[in-house]
């Protein structure tokens, strides 16, 4: 009786203690499989609502740890809107993500594109267009673009009205209007979204030239601040356009030029995003390879096909 009461509690003692490492393990996991999830939708919209619904699961699960049924209950059901909401309003992300997951090109979406994304292409289309047609109808304008580096609100004069709102050209020519309350400022753009408008930037210590405007003037005091800054000045007496790049405008562009000059300012932070990955990179390369050919010759295997008629047949 005694050496089956010693063999029992040794028994509950290891079933404690696996118990606690399968948890363990279970936590881990569930915590590696958000950090995928959100390094591969580390440049999409639907970041934000992802992160959302990551809290709304952490929350659900320590309510049902802690045996809160009916708050337990409502949460399930907003986890449950929350997925609708993500799949319904996330269509197409969402279909070119299990296509690529399909083909076998999972690791492919943990590595940045060399590229610039559709997304960078489209909101440079809308504010180069915009910015063009400020220019010819000789409307001021003074546009930040944030790149690696955060905007401090401690340098500004004032930060300006936050709006988070999608980039368009309608909206930021109606920004800039002269009958606006927001036109004498600053818009602030970043990671694709116009933040704030209406921000007033420090000017320039530096000597300028006398026909250089108050928002030529803050351009590059602004960038002198912030060397990987970017901001675009539309003049309002010339209607010319400058872009200022470490407290330098360079004056005078055409659309065309601004646009180039975009796209590659804003791919130089990506492709320093791919060289930080280093062995990174190449080792998610050799690992997809080699499942690939690892599956394709599981699927050459002689067993792994059903047997034919002709091959009962013959073992009768």
């Given at each position: 009786?005694?050496?089956w009461g010693l063999v029992s509690s040794r028994f509950l003692l290891n079933l404690q203690s696996y118990l606690k490492l399968h948890q363990g393990i279970d936590l881990l996991l569930a915590v590696g499989l958000c950090l995928l999830l959100l390094l591969i939708i580390r440049d999409s919209r639907a970041r934000p609502l992802i992160q959302g619904l990551i809290i709304i699961v952490v929350a659900t699960f320590l309510v049902k740890?802690?045996?809160?049924?009916?708050?337990s209950r409502i949460l399930d059901k907003i986890l449950l809107v929350a997925i609708i909401v993500i799949a319904t309003s996330f269509q197409l992300e969402l279909r070119l993500f299990l296509e690529k997951l399909g083909r076998g090109k999972l690791f492919s979406l943990l590595i940045p594109s060399e590229n610039l994304s559709g997304r960078t292409k489209g909101f440079i289309d809308q504010l180069v267009e915009a910015v063009k047609e400020l220019s010819q109808n000789r409307t001021g304008a003074l546009i930040v673009i944030e790149t690696k580096t955060p905007l401090n609100n401690r340098?500004?004069?004032?930060?300006?009205?936050?709006?988070?709102?999608?980039?368009?050209?309608e909206l930021i020519q109606t920004i800039f209007q002269k009958t606006t309350l927001l036109h004498d400022g600053a818009m602030v753009i970043k990671n694709g979204r116009i933040v704030s408008a209406g921000t007033i930037l420090p000017l320039s210590e530096r000597t300028a030239p006398s026909q250089y405007g108050t928002r030529h003037r803050a351009a590059m005091g602004i960038t002198e601040q912030i060397d990987?800054?970017?901001?675009?000045?539309?003049?309002?007496?010339?209607g010319s356009i400058s872009l200022a790049e470490k407290g330098t405008l360079n004056r005078f562009l055409t659309s065309t030029a601004l646009k180039e000059q975009l796209e590659a300012k804003l791919s130089e932070g990506n492709n320093d995003v791919i060289e930080n990955w280093g062995w990174w990179r190449k080792m998610l390369q050799w690992l997809e390879i080699n499942l690939y050919l690892q599956f394709k010759w599981l699927r050459l295997k002689p067993w792994s096909k059903l047997p034919s008629s002709e091959d009962k047949k013959h073992d009768c």
């Open positions: 009786m005694l050496l740890q802690s045996g809160l049924g009916l708050v340098i500004l004069l004032q930060p300006g009205i936050t709006l988070n709102a999608d980039i368009s050209k990987d800054l970017l901001c675009i000045v539309v003049s309002e007496e010339t």
